[in-house]
């Protein structure tokens, strides 16, 4: 029996990894020769948007944001293959590419850039070279240029847009459980009032607990040790005092040795220039 505050399996969205997609021939597979001809009625933006609503249930594109985002994305393909002569087939496989493209990206919130334009690729080969019936050729070489050209410009330079506004943010919930230590109680509404003495509780009792660990006194031979070690460290800390000075006194040495070196050197160049100025007055 499921309660009525508890979530439903079907309400609880499923986090989908990013894996590979096998394309295939998708001509008619969205847009059939009905749909186009009634998109084709006429030029009116308006008037092409009622019949993809129509046919793809976004009635709401104008006031829902992802509605308005996919009707869009569907309404500028379809200018593109207009613009560029596309015939109804390649319409309609130009128009399942770019929609199958789009729903592979946002399947998952994890990022999935690669597997996406793999799968692009993969779809527009399947209609541009000829080898039934895995694919057909049906888009020229040129064609081919253009439809990559506008897809990577138009959606996969927005591809971090798409997937911010159409996937789940994906929140890490940690826990850690120690070993030999109870799990900490979730504390509840009840208990907030009550939050003190509960907490005071554990802790008056794992106080007595203490002492008993407390360490036996030193043993006579322990006593020894620790002063043996104790001399040891002593020793070597006066040794390693005594190199340390014997090094700074090594650095003093030679550095007042080269100040008088050229302080002398010095002394000796402006006695000659002065034993020179002397001659040339």
């Not at 393909?77 to 207009?82: H, P, S, Y």
């Not at 253009?146 to 897809?151: D, K």
């Not at 850690?176 to 799990?183: A, S």
């Amino acid at each position: 029996m499921i309660l009525p505050d508890e979530p439903k399996a079907q309400d609880v969205p499923k986090i989908i990894q990013p894996r590979n997609h096998k394309a295939r021939v998708s001509v008619w597979a969205d847009l059939t020769v009905d749909d186009l001809d009634r998109i084709n009625e006429s030029l009116n933006a308006d008037h092409i948007k009622m019949v993809l609503a129509d046919i793809f249930h976004l009635d709401d594109h104008k006031t829902s944001l992802k509605t308005g985002i996919v009707m869009d994305l569907y309404y500028y393909t379809l200018q593109f293959a207009r613009e560029n002569k596309f015939t109804k087939e390649q319409t309609s496989a130009f128009f399942s590419i770019v929609k199958k493209t789009h729903e592979i990206c946002i399947e998952t919130p994890f990022g999935n850039l690669d597997e996406t334009f793999s799968f692009f690729k993969e779809m527009v080969l399947c209609h541009a070279v000829n080898r039934p019936p895995h694919s057909i050729e049906l888009f020229t070489a040129d064609q081919v240029r253009l439809i990559t050209e506008y897809t990577v410009n138009s959606y996969f330079r927005h591809f971090k847009m798409y997937k911010y506004a159409f996937t789940p943010m994906v929140r890490l919930d940690l826990s850690i459980n120690y070993v030999g230590i109870p799990p900490t109680p979730v504390p509840s509404e009840a208990d907030e009032g009550e939050g003190e003495p509960a907490v005071e509780e554990p802790q008056v009792e794992e106080e007595p607990a203490e002492p008993e660990k407390t360490p036996e006194p030193e043993s006579a031979a322990r006593k020894e040790l620790r002063g043996m070690i104790q001399t040891y460290l002593t020793e070597e800390i006066k040794k390693m005092k005594l190199s340390m000075d014997d090094q700074l006194k090594t650095t003093e040495e030679l550095l007042s040795k080269k100040l008088d070196v050229a302080e002398g050197g010095g002394a000796k160049k402006g006695g000659r220039n002065s034993a020179k100025g002397g001659k040339k007055k």
